[in-house]
């Protein structure tokens, strides 16, 4: 039997311990027991964290899989590509996984390379940082951090000096960047790539809270977006993805399309979107088992992308008012296009205020073939 290493059992990683079960691989799942809602559904569990990468390597070296993969996670692919690059399987290189977990590492490549770019600084002088990314507003966020953390708007000189402390206590490595800030759309480009070949698989659009903290609220497949302006972006994305040497698996690219048609890379991650973009909406838009291929580039037998239908899916997330859960009502069941719903506060439970993504209530999952789903706030009550 093939054996799959999987680095982290959360939320994120569950669907693929059930891709990979689904497929006939034994799973060896590692990752710290807390929150571990994987474990259940794994063939072998370690309790090793994440990020203790030569203890990984150790045990993976018994272990001897076919492959080492994670989604959806920047911290999980700094092991994957460690463990990989230990036993000679299908991974990333490890300049790679330092420019696609470091913002400012980031930054430094695609500004290099001619791409487009905001103006950005890792310096907290105000001079220094109107001279590199000009006036006001900016946006300030951690180097090395995903979901909305600890990402702030900052509009005067007065607020700068807090958003900098908040953006590195919220960093693994207690840094920041500061970056001019681009108005426009925000939207998302999925792909997947086999020995530096990349394929692309759908174009996503974003709606997020908007300032300060910009907490993404919906997801969308495809986006609404003329032909010659997709095949802009998708051209964009593939010189970007060379130019970090993303040679395997997924890719998630986020940026930034102004009024006049200008594309800035906001982000690029060598995994997945999270918020069930990789997981479950590219299937659902696509027909294309997005999961299923990752496990196939890690395991070094990927098949060419087919996919099976072209259709409209897309994740709403509720955001409830603060205070004490007293009562919980989700209507999801009786619309058919709502494939799935998940809450994430129990009766008793405390809302919190929302200043990221893991503060959101609820969510559900729709698939259509007569568009976009409009958003409706009855859906999942709170009270």
Known sequence: MRQLVIIGANNFQLPLIKKAKALGLE?????????????????????????????????????????????????????????????????NSLDCTRATTNKFAMRECLSHSGLPCPKYTRSADILEIRRACGDFPLI??????????????????NDLQMAIDQAES??????????????????????????????????????TSGEPYYIEKAHHQPAALPEPVKEKIISIIKKALTCLGIEFGASHSEIILTTEGEVYMVEIGARMGGDYIGSHLVELSTGYDFIKGAIEVACGNFVEVIKG????????YIFAKPGIVRKITNRTEQYPEIVMSEVYYLRGSTIRDIRESNDRAACYIYQSAAGKLEFHEEMIVFE
Do not use: C
Request: a negative charge.
């Open 140 to 157: 300030v966020k951690p180097t090395d951090r995903s979901g909305s953390r600890g990402v702030t708007k900052v509009f005067n000189a």
């Open 170 to 207: 919220e960093s693994f490595t207690s840094g920041h960047i500061v970056e001019h800030f681009i108005p426009g759309r925000e939207y998302s480009v999925e792909m997947i790539s086999w020995r530096g070949e990349h394929h692309f698989l759908q174009v996503t659009e974003k709606e």
């Open 309 to 316: 239908h072209d259709m409209n899916s897309g994740v709403y």
């Open 27 to 91: 799973t060896h799942v590692f990752a710290w027991e807390k929150g571990a809602v994987g474990r259940g559904f794994a063939d072998h569990f370690y309790p090793i964290s994440i990020i203790e990468k030569e203890l990984i390597l150790k045990e993976a070296k018994k272990i001897r899989p076919d492959g080492v993969i994670s989604i959806a996670s920047d911290l999980a692919t700094v092991t994957v590509n460690h463990v990989a690059a230990g036993l000679g399987l299908i991974g």
